[in-house]
């Protein structure tokens, strides 16, 4: 019997439960579909779109030392992904599809019509949950509702991993052994992958969105993000070994390599959460004076709890299907009256909106297509509360750059920081982009390492630069005055939270 694993953002051959599932029931062909328009109008990035293309090229062979052949074929969109599937499958004479879930509404309406295509035709249709230890709508209140806010979500997360997996532990699902008859040899040979992940051609692109993309074009950086298997997994290591034990200090500084930088590999699925937190145990177990209770504590780690934010925006996002047409998870949110302020706008997608702090966190992520989470925190709260443009404008623009651009956690952060989301948090607190400056970069390495112009300037300058340095330095003037922005989104917000 011949089964088709259909690869979506489970980019990987460890830790991938549809995949080992099917390959213990047969044989396995892998199916990879190209969707360009989908991806386009999803907002993913030129280097998202590289590493995925990087990474199917290094799964091609991985997959082929195992003796199972990766087909690639393209459809528009997913409304073609169901036929365009079924013929493949049919021509390959199938008897079942398998595949991980994924959670966003047109992912998950794509996936049902796929699944009701091969069930007519009497094929039989597996689904896992590949991309969460707890599937959406398994972490619940006592009153059996998703949590509105994260820190009781944890907790219950929490409580579940110790109940379900204390006793045995959690392993990642291994890779699937070497196929016996080897059907890629024989009669079914891998697809060429067409590149893809190429710019935007002018005709293709947004109109008015035109102008971001021309000046924040990016190439795809394998320096930085390198897409095999080994790199990648050296990566989880050396942070699970070197760095974890301090994440809780170093997370926030982001002049420091604080951070695990695995985000891009998790989104796209080249590392499965079972491998991350299996790093961070076994991290633990290898600690000096280890015992059971340090074992135990392992779970209580703040390197964990991100990995639970993570696990919570995809629960908010399954629970709130509103959220995937736009809407903001507080109703009041939808009342803003944002400021169609173009020029701001500008400004803020090229670095150049003279808070240091603001442009050398825009410009890190023109330069490597990531952007360090306190920055990401500091430069969306600017641009949704400070200058009032619309943070779906601000959302839409970090997909387009974000290497990582993953639709649940990038649109949790945006509502988190514009206080419409799902958080505890008041619509009042509005961060002074100066203060976390000074809090997080107090020595001025970040800002000094992207906005060169400012290197000069000493540690107690470099965060607020006179008017008249910014003119010798070349550096633009503040498009705003924050005193006053502060007072202007607090009242606007105010009449959308309290009289909305
Ligand atoms: P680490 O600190 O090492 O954390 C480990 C992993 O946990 C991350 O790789 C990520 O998968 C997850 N994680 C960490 N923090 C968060 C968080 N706050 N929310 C959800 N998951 C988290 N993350 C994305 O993966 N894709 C996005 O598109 C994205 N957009 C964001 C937009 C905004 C406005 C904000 C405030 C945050 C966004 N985040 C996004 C969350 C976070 O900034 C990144 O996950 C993190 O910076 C990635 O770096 P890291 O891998 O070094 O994280």
Not at 203 to 209: D, F, N
Not at 282 to 301: F, R, V
Not at 385 to 413: C, P, R, Y
């Amino acid at each position: 019997q011949q089964h088709l694993v259909w690869l979506r953002n489970d980019l990987r051959t460890q830790d991938n439960p549809a995949l080992y599932e099917a390959s213990q029931q047969g044989h396995v062909i892998a199916v990879f579909v190209i969707t360009h328009k989908q991806w386009e109008s999803h907002h993913d990035s030129h280097t998202k779109l590289s590493l995925i293309y990087q990474r199917l090229k290094v799964l091609q062979e991985e997959l082929g030392s195992l003796g199972i052949p990766l087909k690639v074929i393209e459809a528009k969109q997913y409304s073609h992904i169901p036929q365009a599937l079924l013929e493949l499958g049919k021509s390959l004479s199938i008897s079942g599809l398998w595949f991980n879930n994924e959670y966003p509404l047109n992912e998950s309406r794509r996936d049902r019509a796929v699944e009701k295509h091969f069930v007519a035709e009497g094929l039989s249709v597996h689904r896992f949950h590949g991309d969460v230890i707890f599937p959406p709508g398994s972490v619940l209140t006592g009153q059996n509702e998703m949590f509105q806010v994260f820190t009781p979500f944890a907790r219950r997360w929490r409580q579940l991993f110790r109940q379900g997996f204390s006793k045995h532990g959690l392993s990642p699902y291994p890779k699937p052994k070497r196929q016996k008859s080897d059907i890629l040899l024989n009669n079914i040979p891998h697809d060429d992958i067409p590149p893809f992940g190429e710019p935007l051609k002018e005709s293709q692109g947004r109109s008015h969105e035109k102008s971001h993309d021309e000046s924040y074009r990016q190439s795809y950086r394998d320096d930085l993000w390198p897409a095999n298997s080994q790199a990648i997994h050296r990566k989880l290591t050396a942070f699970a070994q070197k760095r974890l034990e301090r994440y809780g200090e170093d997370r926030d500084m982001p002049s420091l390599p604080g951070t695990s930088t695995l985000s891009p590999y998790l989104t796209i699925g080249a590392l499965g959460i079972r491998e991350c937190l299996a790093a961070a145990e076994k991290s633990a177990a290898k600690q000096p004076g280890s015992n059971t209770t340090l074992l135990d504590e392992w779970l209580d780690c703040t390197w964990v709890t991100e990995l639970i934010w993570r696990e919570f925006y995809r629960h908010i996002m399954a629970a709130h299907p509103k959220i995937s047409w736009g809407k903001c998870f507080r109703p009041a949110g939808d009342n803003v009256r944002w400021d169609d302020n173009e020029k701001a706008f500008q400004a803020w997608c090229e670095g150049n909106t003279g808070f240091p702090i603001v442009d050398a966190g825009m410009r890190q992520l023109k330069q490597t297509g990531w952007m360090h989470n306190r920055v990401r925190m500091i430069t969306a709260a600017f641009l949704a509360k400070l200058t009032l443009v619309d943070w779906h404008k601000g959302e839409a623009f970090f997909m387009q750059h974000l290497i990582d651009g993953d639709f649940a956690s990038n649109n949790g952060g945006w509502q988190w920081s514009a206080s419409v989301g799902a958080d505890a948090a008041p619509y009042f607190r509005i961060f002074n982009p100066y203060r976390q400056a000074e809090r997080f970069d107090p020595e001025g390495e970040y800002v000094r390492r992207f906005v060169p112009e400012l290197q000069s300037l000493p540690a107690k300058q470099i965060h607020k630069p006179s008017l008249e340095q910014c003119r010798q330095l070349g550096y633009p003037d503040p498009i705003i005055d924050y005193s006053q922005a502060r007072k202007r989104a607090l009242a606007v917000l105010e009449a959308a939270f309290k009289h909305g």
